[in-house]
């Protein structure tokens, strides 16, 4: 009997068992119960004002999920409502993100003390009911006690390079909403295209809008088209949006790039550069040389635009750009030398800050703040100006430590216009490389950091570029699901070390994307791959989300299912080509992957570096330098060790005496992104590691002429340690992309043979 009795208990409580739907990002206090409360027609949304926003987005939302249309009131209901509670709660802190959600067998109700906390509660709520139409959706019961981490939690986006329609902007702002996120950064000025309506100056729009051609395929290919390009935002349109981004409690940061990507500003007025002109809007990404010129004429073009655009934008911050502003002509511009002389200032940085200075006068007169990218520290920080660190976290660091605010946004980890998967299987991107893992494992702040500093880091955004993205589609295909990601580190729930746990749940997350029609990238299910040293060469690791489905060939024929099953670290002591899948019930889900490898004298032996590489491209450490992979040009944030303004100057130790005779290295050369051959590259050889004796010298010009792949030969020698040093080029030559700016120097692979 008491068994029979307990076998009923358990088909009761199964079959009222609701399934878990995944919460990303996950809430900081989370406890499931054991039933399960039942949405059907009769449901009722009960609030205390049945116009209220939240209580009409919820019911709009719960009809597109299961197509039930419920009712809203604001009479009190005892049973089978969600109820939208606004509780009021006096507090020295800001609560007003906060919420608790309760669900039961009776009711649902989300309490907060503001319309944020409860448009939060109201996102999870949505999250946690099933995707499909149905009279009877089962949700779990839970109690949640929910809050973020950061107060700026991020997405830029870049209408400059390829311009978004206004609905498409209205989507991403629901994407942002949609992760708990709070703030849109509107990259709206570029030299490829001014975007936003200035009445004072409509050229700016008639002209700067419209480009004759793009480029097409990628920078190193240097190819157009001539399809013109172009499109702006009316203010009424950036009204509206702005509107429609407060009800979603988004705050839309606009950017206003000066002084340098300004190429489309200026083609519409080039009185306000140093040359005169004329200007065309750019077809070419890079950085480009023509800037503002800091005349009191430009001054006041500049204070009428911001006028108009803190009349459209309530934001405390406003973006005024500040990155990769050429000197070339400020050096050659009479007014900017003897503005330079005037103002007592020592160079053309000073003179840099000067502008920002200025411009930051003007916004906190109208009682704003501005927000610039990391090269606003130098030649001095404006007083009151919060930093963006885009090239690295070295920029947020110095900031915060002089009390300034920072947003955090790494190349390194945050930057979804690199790629998020094998380049070859992936669209055309700037490069880089970014996993969903690696964004997990963000940590806006840095360990450099005291408690009391990194009070000054706000959060964190992802930033996107569009000179590779010329889709809406594709927009979404690199921020997601990198953006879920991101909500979650920004939320604090992120937990690097379970990567597995929010994998599974973004797999089960992908099941949303597929009903709402977004266009995401299901790269994760592509077998990763890591290399480690082993005792006779290396061991090529695989990964995927359930290595038992990975299959691999070493003879270079395409995996099939009854391939070798990936079980442990394959060794790898001779040549070979590994290429690997992933299957899933018999079928194969990913593209293949292919990896060759080139087994040395070097390969798994020890090596060290005077100076570490830069941590944006740091993967595997110097170990990447005799891994046996040749790094693919294409994936320069994995396969190769980036240095910036640095040499690289590496000793291997063979761990015995041997007799070599050729030493080869490969170093990349992308002009687009600051990337050059190094002046020089040195090689040497040592039996003791004290005493070392230069084999050869190779020259830039020798390097570029073998397109940067070195191959040295020279009579047996014996050595027990090799040496080779790569100069950096330095400060980038006038009339090169970056120019002013330091070289990324990006090298891999040491063979010795
Ligand atoms: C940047 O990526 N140039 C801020
Ligand atoms: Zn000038």
Same mark, same amino acid.
């Given at each position: 009997m008491r068994i029979l009795q307990f076998f009923i208990v358990l088909l009761i409580s199964n079959f009222c068992l609701a399934q878990k739907e995944p919460l990303i990002p996950m809430p900081k206090n989370i406890e499931y119960q054991a039933d399960s409360f039942s949405l059907n027609p009769n449901t009722v949304i009960q609030v205390a004002d049945v116009k209220a926003f939240e209580a009409l987005f919820l019911k709009e939302n719960i009809k597109v999920k299961t197509g039930l249309d419920l009712k809203i009131t604001t009479k009190p209901i005892s049973k089978n409502a969600i109820k939208l509670v606004i509780e009021e709660v006096k507090s020295v802190t800001d609560l007003s993100e906060n919420y608790n959600l309760i669900i039961d067998k009776s009711n649902i109700q989300i309490t907060a003390s503001a319309n944020q906390g409860l448009f939060y509660g109201i996102q999870t709520l949505l999250q946690s009911i099933p995707f499909e139409k149905t009279k009877n959706a089962k949700i779990a019961s839970v109690k949640i006690k929910d809050q973020p981490k950061f107060k700026w939690r991020g997405m830029h986006l870049d209408v400059g390079r390829h311009f978004f329609p206004k609905e498409f902007i209205k989507k991403y702002i629901d994407y942002i909403a949609m992760y708990k996120m709070n703030t849109f950064h509107w *990259?709206?000025?570029?030299?490829q295209g001014w975007r936003i309506e200035i009445k004072k100056y409509p050229k700016l729009t008639e002209v700067g809008a419209w480009r004759k051609g793009s480029m097409i395929e990628h920078y190193n290919d240097q190819k157009f088209?001539?399809? &013109?390009?172009?499109? +702006?935002?009316?203010?009424?349109? !950036?009204?509206?949006? %702005?509107?429609? /981004?407060?009800?979603?409690? !988004?705050?839309? %940061? #606009?950017?206003?790039?000066? #002084?340098? *990507? $300004?190429?489309? /500003?200026l083609a519409a007025y080039p009185e306000f550069s140093c040359t005169g002109g004329p200007f065309e809007v750019a077809k070419i990404w890079g950085v480009l040389e023509d800037v503002y010129c800091p005349k009191e004429e430009t001054f006041t073009f500049l204070e009428d635009v911001l006028t108009e655009v803190i009349a459209l934008f309530p934001s405390e911050y406003i973006h005024i750009g500040g990155d990769e502003s050429p000197k070339t002509r400020w050096k050659a511009c009479s007014h900017c030398q003897n503005l330079i002389k005037e103002k007592g200032l020592k160079d053309e940085h000073e003179l840099q800050s000067? +502008?920002?200075?200025?411009?930051?006068? +003007?916004?906190? $007169?109208?009682?704003?703040?501005?927000?610039?990218?990391?090269?606003?520290?130098?030649?001095?920080?404006a007083p009151n100006a919060a930093v963006m660190s885009w090239r690295g976290t070295e920029g947020g660091i110095i900031a915060a430590k002089d009390k300034h605010y920072v947003v955090m946004t790494p190349g390194s980890h945050v930057y979804f216009d690199h790629y998020q998967g094998e380049p070859k299987n992936e669209p055309i991107a700037i490069g880089g490389y970014t996993p969903l893992e690696k964004v997990y494992s963000f940590n806006p702040i840095p360990d450099e950091l005291t408690a009391d500093e990194a009070k000054y880091i706000l959060g964190a955004q992802a930033n996107v570029w569009s000179e590779y993205i010329p889709t809406t589609k594709q927009v979404e295909y690199m921020i997601m699901p990198r953006m879920a990601a991101l909500s979650e580190v920004l939320w604090e729930t992120s937990n690097p070390k379970n990567y597995k746990e929010f994998e599974k749940r973004i797999i089960q997350h992908f099941d949303f994307y597929e009903k709402m029609g977004i266009n995401y990238s299901k790269s994760i299910f592509e077998?990763? $791959? /890591?290399?480690? #040293? @082993?005792?006779?060469? !290396?061991?090529f690791e695989l990964k995927s989300p359930n290595p038992s489905g990975i299959r691999y060939t070493t003879d270079g024929s395409e995996p099939v299912l009854n391939s070798f099953s990936y079980t442990k670290p394959i060794s790898i002591t001779e040549n070979t080509t590994v290429k690997a899948n992933y299957f899933e019930e018999g079928k194969v889900k990913s593209a293949t992957i292919e990896q060759d490898f080139f087994i040395n004298k070097s390969t798994g032996k020890k090596i060290e570096l005077v100076a570490p590489p830069h941590e944006n491209? $740091?993967?595997?450490? @110097? +170990?990447?330098l005799v891994d046996g992979m040749v790094g693919n040009p294409s994936k320069y944030g994995r396969d190769w060790l980036g240095f910036w303004g640095k040499d690289l100057n590496a000793t291997i130790d063979l761990g015995a005496t041997e007799t070599i005779s050729k030493? &080869?290295?490969?170093t990349l050369l992308g002009e687009g992104s600051w990337i050059y051959f190094p002046k020089e590259i040195q090689f040497l050889v040592s039996e003791d590691g004290k005493n070392f004796k230069t084999i050869q010298t190779i020259s830039q010009k020798e390097i570029s002429q073998k397109g940067g792949r070195i191959e040295v030969n020279f009579p047996k020698t014996k050595a027990k340690f090799v040496k080779v040093i790569a100069v950096n080029n330095g400060i980038i030559a006038d009339g090169m992309p970056g120019a002013g700016s330091q070289s990324w120097l990006f090298v891999d692979e040491i063979s010795i043979e």
């Open positions: *990259h709206l000025t570029e030299d088209d001539t399809i &013109k390009h172009g499109g +702006f935002y009316t203010q009424d349109e !950036v009204k509206d949006i %702005v509107a429609y /981004a407060k009800k979603r409690h !988004v705050t839309i %940061v #606009p950017e206003i790039e000066m #002084p340098g *990507h $300004s190429l489309a /500003a000067y +502008f920002i200075n200025r411009i930051e006068k +003007f916004l906190n $007169s109208k009682g704003r703040q501005i927000i610039g990218w990391d090269e606003i520290l130098e030649g001095g920080l077998v990763t $791959s /890591a290399v480690l #040293p @082993s005792d006779k060469g !290396v061991a491209y $740091s993967i595997g450490g @110097s +170990f990447t030493i &080869k290295i490969n």
